[in-house]
């Protein structure tokens, strides 16, 4: 069974404060996704790593997949208060599995 | 453009009962997935539904089952319900053409009491 462990669960701070939330795991995934969650909605694909090693940047955010895809990480610079969220990370096996594996997410307070 | 629809946004049911849910998938997109989010945690793969056929599933007894018409929408059924089972119930739909687009509804806050 694959696993992927969050860290931290919780998440508060201030307005223009910098964070880094992490994903790792003991199995390889073919690919890592991130999600964000508001209360009462479904997940938002935010963005999917495929390469290890891979960078990618959405504005403040930046997204990295490990060099041996087993883990990932999301930094957010600058946090903002609509930033606040669930943010779950979510991984694809390989080839012939279409079963997203999630973590159990990070909840994010961003106070004004 | 429409994305993914689920319904009914909420219901309540008795323990023992039985309760359908019904996805319609984004426009375009043909493979529908279902997943159970407990209080507090990540979301938990059900089944992925392509052509009309399960095409792969996750750790669920066989009280959960599920559907696809052929107009891709999708619905999932479980019997015997059990307190257990209260959860949001999230409906994913992508292109079979990718495994990364994955869309997903606002789900169906199913409790059971």
């Known amino acids: 069974t694959q696993l992927l462990e969050q860290s931290p669960q919780f998440l508060s701070i201030q307005e223009g404060e910098n964070l880094t939330v992490y994903c790792n795991s003991s199995?390889?995934?073919?690919?890592l996704q991130w999600y964000r969650q508001e209360p009462g909605e479904g997940p938002v694909l935010l963005v999917t790593?495929?390469?290890?090693?891979e960078v990618k940047k959405l504005k403040r955010l930046t997204f990295q997949f490990g060099d041996a895809r087993k883990d990932s990480s999301l930094h957010i610079t600058a946090a903002q208060p609509g930033d606040t969220g669930l943010y779950l990370c979510?991984?694809?096996?390989?080839?012939?599995?279409?079963?997203?594996?999630f973590g159990k997410g990070t909840k994010l307070s961003v106070i004004p | 453009d429409a994305g993914v629809t689920q319904s009914p946004t909420h219901l309540i049911k008795t323990r023992g009962q039985q309760v359908t849910l019904r996805c319609s998938p984004k426009?375009?997109?043909?493979?529908v997935s279902w997943y159970q989010q407990a209080l507090g945690q990540g979301p938990q793969f059900i089944f992925q539904?392509?052509?009309?056929?399960?095409?792969q599933r996750g750790n669920f007894p066989d009280r959960f089952s599920g559907h696809q018409f052929p107009n891709y929408s999708s619905e999932l059924n479980v019997n015997a319900l059990l307190l257990g089972d209260s959860a949001l119930y999230l409906c994913?739909?992508?292109?079979?053409?990718?495994?990364?687009?994955?869309?997903f509804g606002s789900g169906t806050r199913l409790t059971v009491v």
């Open positions: 199995s390889v995934f073919s690919s």
């Open positions: 994913a739909s992508s292109p079979q053409r990718s495994a990364y687009g994955y869309t």
């Open positions: 426009s375009g997109h043909d493979t």
């Open positions: 979510a991984g694809l096996a390989g080839a012939g599995s279409y079963q997203l594996t």
């Open positions: 539904y392509y052509e009309e056929e399960e095409r």
């Open positions: 790593v495929v390469t290890g090693g």
